[in-house]
Structures are given as C-alpha cells and as structure tokens.
C-alpha cells in the first residue's frame, strides 16, 4: 500500500486553500446579488477494512440566488483499489493496487441560463508513479463567443507559462474527453484537460505541483468575471427550457463516461460528494 507523504500533504493544503478562495469569491457574487447563501459544509470519513487511515473528505454546497447550485470537494484518500479496477488506473495493478489520491472537485448550475455552468478539478495521485491530473471546462446552455474566447485565453496564459506545447495538447485532451458518444456532441465548448502529468523526481513534482496551481489559479481569476458579465441577464421561458435540456446532457456524461465519478464510486467515496455534480433540475425531450 503506498503512503501519505509530505508531497501528498502540500497537495492537500493547496486543494483546501483554492477550495477556500473560491468558496469566498463565489460568495462574494451572491451578496452582490443580494442573496445572503453561504456554503454549507458536510465532512465525511472513508471505510476500508483493515485499513487504519484511509482518509475522507469535505462536501461544500451552496445553493442561491445566482449559484442555483454550486459543489466545491475536497479529499484526501488512501487505500487500495478493488481487484480489476486497479488494472485501469495508471501505476497500479491488481499486485499493486495501494494509491494516495487527493484533489478539489468543483461544479457549478446557474440560475440565469445566460451565466455558463463551469467545471474544474486538480489532483495529485500516488500509486506505482506520482502523477498530477485535472483541468477545467466551460458548459454555457447558450454559449458567447466572448466568454468561450476569455476562458480559454486564461488557460492558454496558465499553460504556456510552464511549456508551449501544454495549451494545444490540453485543449485537444478536453474537446475529445468532454464529448458524449451516443449524442455526437460536446457537453461544452471545451477548456484543458490533462491527466498523468508524471514526477519521477522532485524537481519534475515542483513543476508539476507549480502548473496545477496554476489551472486553479485561472479558474478564479476567470470564471466569476463571466458570471458577473451574464447574471443580470433577462431570460426567456425558452432560455430556460434550453438551459434544462443541456443539463440532461451534462448528467448523462457525468453519469456514463466521467472518470472522476467511476472512481469515486469504486474507492468508497461519499456518494452525495460524488454526484454533487448533477444539475438540481434537467428534462428529456
């Protein structure tokens, strides 16, 4: 099984010190509004058995006049994998399924259908190889092209300030991985995603640890002007109807090809963590 270690433990901080920033900021727009919702915060403990320390977590929800609804998770887990699960996680396999995961895991629905939902998540796992993973998507029900243009020009800045090449390869990693199959279409207009960025060596995890909190830094300087642009917005009953149409496609990838869901799900994850990303209200046509 492998163990928490001190790199581990300054991931976690990270994670936890983004997830406190964020929460503020998103806050800061429902006062704005003048809404007085604050998140409400609900720890939890993993179970394995024979395992003495296996970590767990905090589920931040906040649900108001602006954020419809918004999930902001932090954990830190520490275990093994189940037998057949382990083979498709990179490093392990079922004679090595030990893995030290930990991340931060944001989505947010809006109440205006003009303001776009938004994904985020950053990870650090350790299993046979340390590897830093995540990345951030824009998911408008009616997209502009000026918001999907600032958003990616904020992750375009992050990533080509640690290599030139991250920007496209991110870029192409996300409209490929955020697409649903058996529609044909993108949940979204894309972001970056990346996953398996290694560290063979401490100066390799600096660097990788550096450009991860550099994702999670874009993500807040960005995404609450987006939202401040848009909130104020009328809407139509027809906007509406759109914006609940979209998130029916949303829950179908998160439910169906989401990674993040499988492997919270098969690690003994919190279940109502775990599907915090599901839209409070969708329909089907």
Not at 155 to 170: D, G, L, S, V
Not at 183 to 190: A, I
Not at 244 to 268: H, S
């Amino acid at each position: 099984m492998t163990e928490w270690t001190p790199q581990t433990a300054r991931a976690k901080d990270w994670f936890e010190s983004l997830r406190d920033q964020i929460c503020a900021a998103f806050e800061a727009i429902e006062q704005e509004a003048g809404s007085d919702a604050r998140f409400e915060y609900a720890p939890w403990s993993r179970e394995e058995d024979g395992n003495d320390n296996p970590g767990g977590g905090v589920r931040g929800v906040m649900k108001g006049k602006v954020f419809e609804k918004v999930g902001v998770n932090v954990s830190t887990v520490h275990g093994a994998f189940a037998p057949g699960f382990a083979a498709t996680i990179h490093g392990a396999d079922d004679d090595n399924p030990g893995f030290t995961a930990t991340g931060i895991s944001l989505v947010a629905h809006m109440a205006n259908p003009h303001v776009p939902a938004v994904h985020m998540n950053t990870r650090f796992l350790t299993t046979g190889k340390t590897w830093f993973g995540g990345g951030a998507d824009l998911n408008p029900p009616i997209p502009y092209e000026e918001d999907t243009a600032e958003f990616h020009a904020a992750f375009r800045a992050a990533c080509m300030a640690h290599n030139p090449t991250y920007y496209e390869r991110f870029a192409k990693w996300a409209d490929e991985y955020f697409f649903i199959p058996h529609r044909g279409v993108h949940r979204g207009v894309g972001g970056i995603f990346y996953d398996h960025l290694e560290c063979p060596d401490d100066a390799a995890w600096e660097r990788n640890f550096t450009f991860t909190q550099d994702v999670g830094k874009a993500f807040l300087d960005v995404y609450p002007k987006l939202v401040r642009r848009r909130m104020g917005m009328d809407f139509t009953p027809e906007d509406k109807r759109t914006q609940l149409e979209w998130r029916g496609r949303y829950a179908e990838f998160n439910l169906v090809y989401d990674r993040g869901t499988l492997f919270g799900l098969k690690t003994g994850g919190n279940i109502e963590a775990i599907l915090m990303s599901l839209p409070p209200e969708a329909v089907w046509t």
